[in-house]
C-alpha cells in the first residue's frame, strides 16, 4: 500500500499562489495515475486535477481550469497542484490520491485506491 503525504497548504490572500506537493511511498509511483480532490466540510469530495503516469495527459476540473496546474516528478515521487489566482471559493481541504489502475485515469473517487491525509487551503477576501 502506498503512503501519500500533502504539504503546503496555507492562508493566502485572494489573487495569489499556493504550490501543493504530495510525497509517494513505495517503488510503483511513476506506474500510477495520481490526482488532487479537494473537500469542504459536511461536503462530497471534489475532484480537482488528474494526471497519467507519464505526465503527458492531464484532466482538470471546469472551476479550476486555467488557473491550476498537476505535475510530478517520479523521480521524486512526488506529485504537485500549483495554483494561481487564488478565490474565496478555492477554500477546502486539498487531498492528493493515487490512481486505482495504471491503465486508466479517471475523476470519479472511485477511481483512486490511497489517499493522503489532506492539506488546509484557505483563501482570504
Known amino acids: 500500500q502506498v503512503q501519500l503525504v500533502e504539504s503546503g497548504g496555507g492562508l493566502v490572500q485572494a489573487g495569489g499562489s499556493l504550490r501543493l506537493s504530495c510525497a509517494a511511498s513505495?517503488?510503483?509511483?511513476?506506474?500510477?495515475?495520481m490526482g488532487w480532490f479537494r473537500q469542504a466540510p459536511g461536503k462530497e469530495r471534489e475532484f480537482v486535477a488528474a494526471?497519467?503516469?507519464?505526465?503527458?495527459?492531464?484532466y482538470y476540473a471546469d472551476s479550476v481550469k486555467g488557473r491550476f496546474t498537476i505535475s510530478r516528478d517520479n523521480a521524486k515521487n512526488t506529485v504537485y497542484l500549483q495554483m494561481n489566482s487564488l478565490k474565496p471559493e478555492d477554500t477546502y481541504v486539498y487531498y492528493c490520491?493515487?490512481?486505482?489502475?495504471?491503465?486508466?485515469?479517471?475523476?470519479?473517487?472511485?477511481?483512486?485506491?490511497?489517499w493522503g491525509q489532506g492539506t488546509q487551503v484557505t483563501v482570504s477576501s
Open positions: 490520491a493515487r490512481g486505482r489502475s495504471p491503465l486508466r485515469m479517471g475523476t470519479r473517487m472511485s477511481d483512486f485506491d490511497s
Open positions: 513505495g517503488r510503483t509511483f511513476s506506474s500510477y495515475p
Open positions: 494526471i497519467n503516469w507519464r505526465g503527458g495527459t492531464t
